[in-house]
Protein backbone atom coordinates (compact mmCIF):
# COMPACT_ATOMS: atom_id res chain seq x y z
CA UNK A 1 0.00 0.00 0.00
CA UNK A 2 1.48 3.59 -1.15
CA UNK A 3 0.02 6.96 -0.51
CA UNK A 4 0.80 10.18 -1.76
CA UNK A 5 2.20 12.85 0.37
CA UNK A 6 -0.55 14.28 2.57
CA UNK A 7 -2.17 15.85 5.62
CA UNK A 8 -3.86 12.91 7.25
CA UNK A 9 -5.50 15.11 10.08
CA UNK A 10 -6.51 18.58 10.31
CA UNK A 11 -4.75 20.99 13.14
CA UNK A 12 -7.05 20.21 15.55
CA UNK A 13 -6.91 16.65 15.57
CA UNK A 14 -5.23 15.53 18.82
CA UNK A 15 -2.14 13.85 16.59
CA UNK A 16 -1.79 14.78 13.33
CA UNK A 17 0.50 12.96 10.32
CA UNK A 18 2.30 14.49 7.85
CA UNK A 19 4.19 12.70 4.86
CA UNK A 20 7.16 14.02 2.97
CA UNK A 21 8.84 11.39 0.41
CA UNK A 22 9.79 8.48 2.65
CA UNK A 23 9.69 9.86 5.83
CA UNK A 24 6.43 10.63 7.85
CA UNK A 25 6.47 12.69 11.05
CA UNK A 26 3.25 12.32 13.76
CA UNK A 27 2.81 15.78 15.72
CA UNK A 28 1.49 15.45 19.36
CA UNK A 29 -1.25 17.58 19.09
CA UNK A 30 -2.10 18.70 22.61
CA UNK A 31 -0.24 21.87 23.05
CA UNK A 32 -2.52 23.61 25.80
CA UNK A 33 -2.11 20.08 27.92
CA UNK A 34 1.83 20.10 27.07
CA UNK A 35 0.31 16.83 25.04
CA UNK A 36 -0.65 14.57 28.01
CA UNK A 37 -2.11 11.31 26.74
CA UNK A 38 -5.90 10.71 27.04
CA UNK A 39 -8.29 8.75 25.10
CA UNK A 40 -8.68 10.56 22.29
CA UNK A 41 -4.80 11.19 21.69
CA UNK A 42 -4.44 7.43 22.15
CA UNK A 43 -7.06 6.00 19.71
CA UNK A 44 -5.86 8.87 17.16
CA UNK A 45 -2.32 7.62 17.56
CA UNK A 46 -3.04 4.31 17.01
CA UNK A 47 -4.79 5.23 13.92
CA UNK A 48 -2.03 7.10 12.34
CA UNK A 49 0.50 4.07 13.73
CA UNK A 50 -1.33 1.39 11.57
CA UNK A 51 -1.50 3.84 8.36
CA UNK A 52 2.46 4.52 8.67
CA UNK A 53 3.23 0.75 9.12
CA UNK A 54 0.92 0.00 6.01
CA UNK A 55 2.27 2.47 3.59
CA UNK A 56 5.17 0.86 2.07
CA UNK A 57 7.18 4.19 0.56
CA UNK A 58 7.61 5.00 4.46
CA UNK A 59 11.12 4.08 5.71
CA UNK A 60 11.71 6.39 8.93
CA UNK A 61 8.89 7.67 11.22
CA UNK A 62 9.52 10.90 13.48
CA UNK A 63 7.74 11.74 16.50
CA UNK A 64 7.62 14.62 17.74
CA UNK A 65 5.48 17.01 19.97
CA UNK A 66 3.99 20.65 19.54
CA UNK A 67 4.39 23.90 21.51
CA UNK A 68 6.23 23.79 24.73
CA UNK A 69 6.94 20.29 25.12
CA UNK A 70 7.54 16.59 23.80
CA UNK A 71 4.59 15.17 26.25
CA UNK A 72 3.90 15.86 29.85
CA UNK A 73 2.88 11.72 29.70
CA UNK A 74 -0.78 10.65 30.66
CA UNK A 75 -3.87 13.15 31.44
CA UNK A 76 -3.62 13.38 35.30
CA UNK A 77 -7.11 15.17 35.13
CA UNK A 78 -8.77 11.97 33.08
CA UNK A 79 -7.01 9.80 35.77
CA UNK A 80 -7.73 11.66 38.91
CA UNK A 81 -11.61 12.16 37.45
CA UNK A 82 -11.48 8.20 36.86
CA UNK A 83 -9.80 7.57 40.78
CA UNK A 84 -12.48 9.79 42.39
CA UNK A 85 -15.48 8.22 40.40
CA UNK A 86 -13.79 4.74 41.21
CA UNK A 87 -13.61 4.18 37.33
CA UNK A 88 -9.87 3.64 37.41
CA UNK A 89 -9.72 0.19 35.79
CA UNK A 90 -12.02 0.57 33.17
CA UNK A 91 -10.84 4.56 31.97
CA UNK A 92 -7.56 3.78 32.45
CA UNK A 93 -7.64 0.35 30.78
CA UNK A 94 -9.74 1.63 27.39
CA UNK A 95 -6.80 4.21 27.25
CA UNK A 96 -4.21 2.08 27.63
CA UNK A 97 -5.18 -0.47 25.46
CA UNK A 98 -5.20 2.01 22.71
CA UNK A 99 -2.01 3.46 23.15
CA UNK A 100 0.11 0.31 24.00
CA UNK A 101 -1.28 -0.52 20.24
CA UNK A 102 0.25 2.61 19.25
CA UNK A 103 3.44 1.58 20.87
CA UNK A 104 3.30 -2.66 19.52
CA UNK A 105 3.23 -0.86 16.10
CA UNK A 106 6.05 1.56 16.41
CA UNK A 107 8.07 -1.32 17.90
CA UNK A 108 6.75 -3.86 15.48
CA UNK A 109 6.28 -2.17 12.03
CA UNK A 110 9.75 -2.55 9.81
CA UNK A 111 10.43 1.22 9.28
CA UNK A 112 13.19 3.29 11.81
CA UNK A 113 10.97 5.53 14.04
CA UNK A 114 12.40 8.42 15.46
CA UNK A 115 11.32 10.49 18.79
CA UNK A 116 12.82 14.49 18.62
CA UNK A 117 12.28 15.94 22.29
CA UNK A 118 12.00 19.07 23.26
CA UNK A 119 11.10 20.71 27.03
CA UNK A 120 9.34 17.89 29.27
CA UNK A 121 8.99 14.28 28.20
CA UNK A 122 7.47 12.37 31.76
CA UNK A 123 5.91 9.62 32.08
CA UNK A 124 4.60 8.52 29.26
CA UNK A 125 5.57 10.63 27.59
CA UNK A 126 9.36 9.35 28.71
CA UNK A 127 8.23 6.29 27.74
CA UNK A 128 7.23 7.16 24.37
CA UNK A 129 10.60 9.16 23.26
CA UNK A 130 12.52 6.05 24.56
CA UNK A 131 10.37 3.44 22.83
CA UNK A 132 11.15 4.02 19.51
CA UNK A 133 14.43 2.98 17.98
CA UNK A 134 16.16 6.07 18.18
CA UNK A 135 15.82 9.67 19.82
CA UNK A 136 17.35 12.97 18.93
CA UNK A 137 17.12 15.66 21.48
CA UNK A 138 16.87 18.94 22.54
CA UNK A 139 19.55 20.58 24.78
CA UNK A 140 17.01 21.90 27.37
CA UNK A 141 15.09 18.68 27.17
CA UNK A 142 14.10 16.87 30.61
CA UNK A 143 13.22 13.39 31.31
CA UNK A 144 10.76 12.75 34.29
CA UNK A 145 9.96 9.25 35.33
CA UNK A 146 7.66 10.75 37.09
CA UNK A 147 5.84 7.31 37.92
CA UNK A 148 7.12 6.45 41.46
CA UNK A 149 5.71 10.30 42.99
CA UNK A 150 2.36 8.97 42.50
CA UNK A 151 2.50 6.01 43.84
CA UNK A 152 2.14 3.72 40.67
CA UNK A 153 4.38 1.85 38.25
CA UNK A 154 6.02 2.75 35.02
CA UNK A 155 3.88 2.22 31.76
CA UNK A 156 3.55 3.14 28.10
CA UNK A 157 6.44 1.10 27.20
CA UNK A 158 8.88 2.98 29.47
CA UNK A 159 10.39 -0.51 30.72
CA UNK A 160 10.02 -1.94 27.14
CA UNK A 161 12.62 1.14 25.84
CA UNK A 162 14.60 1.93 28.66
CA UNK A 163 15.59 -1.85 30.51
CA UNK A 164 17.15 -3.50 27.55
CA UNK A 165 19.36 -0.08 26.85
CA UNK A 166 20.10 0.93 30.78
CA UNK A 167 19.88 -2.22 32.40
CA UNK A 168 18.34 -3.32 35.23
CA UNK A 169 19.93 -1.31 37.83
CA UNK A 170 19.70 2.12 36.20
CA UNK A 171 16.12 1.35 35.24
CA UNK A 172 15.39 0.91 38.53
CA UNK A 173 17.73 3.95 40.26
CA UNK A 174 15.88 5.99 36.59
CA UNK A 175 12.41 5.19 38.12
CA UNK A 176 12.43 5.06 41.91
CA UNK A 177 15.62 7.36 42.83
CA UNK A 178 15.37 9.98 39.81
CA UNK A 179 13.26 12.79 39.78
CA UNK A 180 14.44 13.91 36.22
CA UNK A 181 17.64 13.85 34.25
CA UNK A 182 19.08 15.88 31.00
CA UNK A 183 19.58 15.09 27.56
CA UNK A 184 23.17 14.74 28.34
CA UNK A 185 22.51 11.98 30.80
CA UNK A 186 20.39 9.93 28.63
CA UNK A 187 22.79 10.62 26.07
CA UNK A 188 25.99 8.84 28.11
CA UNK A 189 23.61 6.07 28.66
CA UNK A 190 22.80 5.42 25.74
CA UNK A 191 19.05 6.16 25.88
CA UNK A 192 19.77 9.08 23.19
CA UNK A 193 21.52 9.06 20.20
CA UNK A 194 21.92 13.26 19.52
CA UNK A 195 22.13 16.06 21.55
CA UNK A 196 21.59 19.00 19.44
CA UNK A 197 20.67 22.73 20.51
CA UNK A 198 17.43 23.56 20.93
CA UNK A 199 16.75 25.71 18.27
CA UNK A 200 18.50 23.52 15.50
CA UNK A 201 16.44 20.53 17.14
CA UNK A 202 14.43 20.33 13.91
CA UNK A 203 16.58 21.02 11.30
CA UNK A 204 19.04 18.09 12.90
CA UNK A 205 15.71 15.57 13.14
CA UNK A 206 14.84 16.30 9.58
CA UNK A 207 19.09 15.90 8.11
CA UNK A 208 18.85 12.75 10.87
CA UNK A 209 15.46 11.22 9.30
CA UNK A 210 16.93 11.79 5.50
CA UNK A 211 19.91 10.02 6.52
CA UNK A 212 18.03 6.78 7.71
CA UNK A 213 15.99 6.92 4.70
CA UNK A 214 18.91 6.70 2.64
CA UNK A 215 18.76 2.54 3.60
CA UNK A 216 17.19 0.24 2.01
CA UNK A 217 13.35 -0.97 3.28
CA UNK A 218 14.94 -4.33 3.50
CA UNK A 219 18.48 -3.13 5.40
CA UNK A 220 16.16 -1.29 7.48
CA UNK A 221 13.25 -3.91 8.34
CA UNK A 222 15.19 -6.56 8.67
CA UNK A 223 17.99 -4.93 11.13
CA UNK A 224 15.30 -3.48 13.47
CA UNK A 225 13.77 -7.25 13.91
CA UNK A 226 17.00 -8.86 14.36
CA UNK A 227 18.23 -6.49 17.04
CA UNK A 228 15.43 -6.68 18.68
CA UNK A 229 14.80 -10.55 19.07
CA UNK A 230 18.55 -10.54 19.61
CA UNK A 231 18.34 -10.18 23.04
CA UNK A 232 15.65 -13.42 23.82
CA UNK A 233 16.43 -15.16 20.59
CA UNK A 234 18.98 -18.66 21.07
CA UNK A 235 22.18 -18.51 19.43
CA UNK A 236 21.08 -21.29 17.00
CA UNK A 237 17.63 -19.39 15.78
CA UNK A 238 19.75 -15.86 16.01
CA UNK A 239 21.82 -16.95 12.82
CA UNK A 240 19.18 -19.00 11.51
CA UNK A 241 17.41 -15.55 11.16
CA UNK A 242 20.19 -13.24 10.05
CA UNK A 243 20.83 -15.90 7.24
CA UNK A 244 17.14 -15.50 6.24
CA UNK A 245 16.79 -11.94 6.26
CA UNK A 246 20.46 -11.41 4.76
CA UNK A 247 19.16 -13.75 1.79
CA UNK A 248 15.65 -12.13 1.38
CA UNK A 249 17.55 -8.77 0.78
CA UNK A 250 19.95 -9.82 -1.51
CA UNK A 251 16.77 -11.01 -3.60
CA UNK A 252 16.36 -7.43 -3.79
CA UNK A 253 17.44 -4.68 -6.55
CA UNK A 254 18.77 -2.28 -3.96
CA UNK A 255 21.35 -4.35 -2.90
CA UNK A 256 22.18 -5.36 -6.66
CA UNK A 257 22.91 -1.85 -7.31
CA UNK A 258 24.83 -1.51 -4.37
CA UNK A 259 27.47 -4.25 -4.70
CA UNK A 260 27.57 -3.58 -8.70
CA UNK A 261 28.57 -0.13 -7.64
CA UNK A 262 30.96 -1.16 -4.90
CA UNK A 263 32.72 -3.70 -7.09
CA UNK A 264 33.22 -1.50 -9.55
CA UNK A 265 35.21 1.00 -7.42
CA UNK A 266 39.13 1.20 -9.21
CA UNK A 267 38.43 -0.36 -12.48
Known amino acids: MTTQDHTAAPSDEPARL ?9 TLNRPAAFNSIDLSIAKKLEQLGAEVEGNDAIRVLVIQGEGRAFSAGGDLQTIGAAAAADTIAP ?41 TDLCIAAEDARFTPAYAKIGVSPDGGSTVGMVGTVGTRRALQLFLAEDSFSAQQAYDWGLVARVVPAAELKAATQKFA ?3 AQNPPSA ?19 LDAEEEKIIDAMHTDDFRVAVKKFTSKGK
Not at 98 to 122: N, Q
Not at 223 to 237: D, E, I, N, W
Open 210 to 212: ERL
Open 220 to 238: ISGTKSLVYQAAVTPVRQQ
Open 91 to 131: VVGELLKHYHAFIETIRRMPKIVLSSVHGSAAGAGMGLAFV
Open 18 to 26: TIEGPIATI
